[in-house]
């Protein structure tokens, strides 16, 4: 039998908006926890410098929902561009993976 892979996926969303993103995601299973947390974020949008106070999210899920997890989160978020990047988890605290697997079946 494969074991899961788990995976972080990080999303930003303008300040105040992520919440509401991040119950979706617990919700639907499609996320075991999400962390929000205020961050300023500096980058390049239609030739212009920009910088932005933002939430950021802290996803943790597996890996065969990322389809999934994306659809919801295009569905949800303001931005016609929104950052969703995703990172493998390559080890952890066993309990706690097996945690995100149960919260996510």
């Known amino acids: 039998m494969d074991l899961p892979e788990y995976i972080v996926v990080f999303c930003t969303a303008p ?7 991040a119950g979706a995601l617990i919700d639907a299973r499609l996320a075991a926890c999400v962390n929000v947390t205020g961050v300023q974020s500096c980058f390049r ?3 212009a410098v920009s910088s932005e106070p933002e939430d950021l999210l802290i996803i943790k899920t597996q890996k ?41 079946a």
């Open 45 to 47: 949008w239609e030739g």
């Open 64 to 104: 065969r929902l990322l389809d999934r997890l994306i659809s919801r989160i295009r569905e949800l978020h303001p931005y016609d561009l929104p950052e969703i990047i995703a990172i493998p988890i390559a080890g952890g605290y066993a309990p706690y993976l097996d945690w995100i697997g149960e919260e996510t």
């Open 15 to 21: 300040a105040g908006e992520a919440e509401v993103i």
